[in-house]
């Protein structure tokens, strides 16, 4: 059974940096592409970054520059930090294998707010 444990979310003033983890199991994250992806009240989830089985990235255009999504493979384990975040950063934050998705785990919740 695939899981995701998302952690790391708070609440963060606007400029100022959060780092997201999630511990997945049941599926070796660095065989398959992996993503995080968020959902804003009242706003459908939606997709932020990936990370292939490769090594290689890429983000939604709202977060480039400032998210850096990557691995740990031994500890199974995918991160992405997130720099000078913004109001509209805030959202619960998921972390899911790519395509297809799986099912999602509870996921973290981010509020950047002044």
């Known amino acids: 059974q695939v899981q995701f444990v998302e952690s790391g979310g708070g609440l963060v003033q606007p400029g100022g940096s959060l780092n997201l983890s999630c511990v997945v199991s049941?599926?070796?994250?660095?065989?398959?592409?992996m993503g995080w992806f968020r959902q804003a009240p009242g706003k459908q989830r939606e997709y932020v970054t990936l990370?292939?089985?490769?090594?290689?990235?890429a983000y939604r255009d709202s977060v480039k520059g400032r998210f850096t999504i990557s691995r740990d493979n031994p500890k199974n384990t995918l991160s992405l930090q997130m720099n000078s975040l913004q109001p509209e950063d805030t959202a619960v934050y998921y972390c899911?294998?790519?395509?297809?998705?799986?099912?999602y785990g509870r996921g973290t919740q981010v509020i950047v707010a002044s």
């Open positions: 049941g599926i070796r994250i660095n065989t398959t592409a």
């Open positions: 899911n294998k790519y395509s297809p998705r799986l099912g």
């Open positions: 990370i292939t089985a490769a090594g290689d990235t």
